[in-house]
């Protein structure tokens, strides 16, 4: 029996010029390369006002198979994720930013990992074997975040929580989702962390990633939402 496969495209009103070009060339990738699967796409759409990218993505579902989109009102990409991961019942289910900044190249290498008992890999930008071109502001704050903030505060093992380029198996989604809080951008942070506490397998691949022009993160609020979230799941007690 093949294994299943459930692709989590995340988007919200923002996002159509960079959902139209990332979905149709991901469809493209999928459907040349997971023919030894049972795969399909879950369009999850966050936000109020969303009506222009609901109506592209309905029409995304007619003309193409194994497509599907659900909508929370609730505006976030954390809501979009999380959403996504509860809905999806596939023995391997993955998430990419929808601007593509990390090339798919890397995409059967995450979804082997999972199959090598994995639960969950992750691509990282900070991986030695990794080519990423990046501003240098954000390299500078991402830096410091996962490699001084991060190691520091929690002792983290994983180099990279932020990389939106990720696969997981049933046991993550059951074991780990069900205790991340944020709904925004920290809770990617809060998965790993989570995970590494629970003793689950992590394993973290290296990437081909080049700096999207397009961000809806305002970096100096969410520099000071972070750090005040690092603290928070630093004493918060998990079991």
């Given amino acids: 029996m093949k294994k299943t496969i459930n692709i989590i495209v995340p988007t919200y009103k923002g996002n159509i010029k960079e959902f139209k070009y990332g979905f149709e060339t991901q469809y493209r990738y999928y459907k ?5 699967y049972d795969w399909n796409i879950l369009i999850s759409i ?10 592209i993505s ?7 198979n194994n497509v599907s989109y659900i909508h929370t009102l609730n505006e976030g ?5 999380i959403n996504g991961l509860m809905n999806c019942r596939g023995d391997i289910v993955t998430y990419m930013d929808v601007d593509l900044s990390t090339d798919l190249s890397s995409f059967m290498d995450l979804i082997a990992q999972i199959e090598n008992c994995y639960d969950i890999s992750n691509g990282s930008r900070y991986h030695k074997d990794s080519i990423v071109k990046r501003y240098h502001t954000r390299r500078i704050l991402s830096v410091v975040y996962h490699l001084f903030i991060l190691k520091f505060i929690l002792n983290t093992k994983f180099t990279d929580s932020q990389c939106g380029y990720k696969a997981v ?14 709904r ?20 973290e691949i290296p990437i081909i990633w080049k700096e999207s022009g397009f961000s809806s993160v305002r970096l100096i609020k969410t520099v000071f939402e ?3 979230k690092v603290f928070e799941l630093r004493f918060r007690e998990i079991k």
């Fill in 32 to 36: 040349t390369n997971l023919k030894n």
């Fill in 46 to 55: 966050n936000g109020p006002s969303a009506e222009n990218i609901t109506s």
């Fill in 58 to 64: 309905k029409d995304f579902c007619k003309k193409y």
């Fill in 77 to 81: 990409k954390g809501y979009s994720i």
């Fill in 169 to 182: 198996n049933q046991r993550f989604i059951k074991e780990v989702i069900p205790f991340v809080k944020d």
């Fill in 184 to 203: 925004n951008w920290f809770f990617e942070t809060e998965m790993l962390y989570i995970a590494q506490k629970k003793k689950l397998k992590i394993k």
């Fill in 226 to 228: 972070f750090l005040y």
